[in-house]
């Protein structure tokens, strides 16, 4: 019995230093990007040793595939559950977002570094599929719209178009709130999604 307190204490430890590492990535990588981030500044914000770092990551750039690699499977889950829900189309992607829009604000440095690799300099950046992320989210829209046409609910129109709208309008709402918290309005985003429904609806 306490050989295996011991070994479950061990993994508990082992869990600790790895989440610390790659919590102390992401934090750093949001802040000074991935160039401007050394290995020293990671395990010295983790509490952890460089050896740590290497047995879970390998290297830093290990370390940041592993950070996008995690995102990736977080949107993925959420994803999954928003086209398993019913209901009608609009009121599954309000909480599709919402669901979206509180991980942004549980996660904001996982945000701030996935922002900066949309949108900062690339330069000294390791190669990552990072359309993956907007690619899921598109085909998510489509699907939940087309659902919504099926059921008789919204007129049918370009899927593509349909996508467009509701991305433009969420990244705009998530940008506005990422950069300026200060005026940050938890209905923003529900309210435009039900204006640009109204255009959708079936009459």
Request: net charge negative; aromatic share 8%.
């Amino acid at each position: 019995m306490r050989n295996l307190m011991k070994e479950v204490h061990a993994r508990a430890d082992e869990q600790n230093a790895r989440m610390m590492t790659l919590r102390a990535g992401i934090a750093l990588f949001a802040e000074k990007g991935y160039a401007g981030t050394s290995v020293r500044e990671i395990v010295e914000l983790a509490g952890v040793t460089k050896p740590v770092l290497y047995y879970y990551f390998k290297s830093k750039e290990g370390l940041f595939r592993a950070i996008l690699d995690w995102a990736a499977e977080m949107q993925k889950e959420v994803l999954a559950e928003a086209l398993d829900s019913p209901g009608q189309a609009l009121n599954r992607l309000i909480d599709l977002f919402e669901k979206i829009h509180e991980g942004i604000r549980e996660n904001r440095g996982l945000y701030r570094m996935i922002h900066n690799l949309f949108f900062g300099p690339t330069q000294g950046v390791p190669s990552y599929d990072i359309e993956l992320f907007h690619r899921r989210m598109d085909d998510t829209i489509k699907a939940i719209y087309m659902k919504g046409v099926e059921q008789g609910e919204l007129r049918e129109v370009s899927a593509d178009d349909v996508a467009v709208l509701i991305l433009s309008l969420t990244d705009f709402c998530f940008h506005l709130d990422h950069l300026h918290p200060e005026s940050m309005n938890p209905g923003r985003l529900e309210g435009l999604l039900r204006l640009a429904f109204r255009g959708l609806e079936k009459r």
